[in-house]
């Protein structure tokens, strides 16, 4: 049987996938959650790409990587709650219906379904370039909350990052996050307190890719 090599163009422009994006992120935002749109899903994707490309990976692994990315909060539109696993029963309904060959829908699956923080961990090198790529997005427009005062601990840290860039050092095998807090509206300690189960994930992730995982927040070194 021959099977479809399927690319990252053909998954942002297929209309299944992107209604499954769109109804999740407009009910994670009428239950007051942060973006997740297509602007998070495209970054998750091109940072997943780009940590495994600068590793050298082939360029299939990273196309991989850029559909694991961008699928990888498509089970929000079922629920919050293992949204990971739903997800990835979803994109696989989706890539065996456009003939992916089963390897690769796979591996993707498994990426999807391992990137909650809750339930997962990094299990190979397309989980691992998703799990960091999606828990370092920390910025102030993923907010969709206008009202400060009534602000929830996620939208606190992410309307305090002033900039957040995610780098990989391969002279120094290491995964670096630099972030710009405003420690008006969250400290560097609260930070650390409220995210350290997804950079204890991070650390895991950049493990499973032979790297150190390090975050600087304001110029200091948190881990």
């Known amino acids: 049987m021959e099977y479809s090599q399927i690319t990252y163009k053909e998954i942002r422009n297929n209309q299944e996938s992107t209604a499954l ?5 407009d009910t994670l935002g009428a239950l007051g959650y942060t973006e997740h749109s297509r602007k998070h899903a495209c970054k998750v994707a091109e940072g997943a790409a780009a940590i495994l490309s600068a590793l050298g990976y082939k360029k299939r692994m990273c196309e991989l990587a850029r559909i694991a990315g961008y699928m990888h909060d498509i089970g929000n539109c079922v629920n919050r709650v293992d949204h990971a696993h739903s997800g990835a029963l979803l994109a696989f309904q989706i ?39 999606d ?5 102030r427009n993923r907010v969709r909350n206008h009202v400060k005062a009534s602000f929830d601990k996620h939208d606190r840290v992410n309307y305090a990052a002033v900039s957040a ?7 120094k095998k290491t995964v ?8 008006d509206i969250c400290s560097i300690l609260d930070y650390f307190e409220i995210f350290l189960q997804r950079m204890l994930m991070c650390k ?5 890719l032979g790297l150190r995982f ?10």
């Open 21 to 25: 994006m769109e109804r999740g992120n």
């Open 176 to 183: 670096q996050l630099d972030l710009e807090l405003d420690e």
């Open 165 to 171: 860039e995610l780098c990989v050092l391969t002279e």
């Open 95 to 133: 890539l065996r219906g456009l003939g992916m060959a089963p390897d690769e829908v796979a591996r993707i699956v498994s990426a999807i379904g391992q990137h909650d923080e809750k339930t997962g961990t990094a299990v190979d090198p397309v989980s691992a370039a998703v799990i960091l790529a």
């Open 204 to 208: 895991r992730a950049a493990e499973t």
């Open 214 to 223: 390090r975050m600087n927040a304001n110029g200091h070194k948190m881990c």
């Open 135 to 139: 828990k370092c997005d920390v910025r």
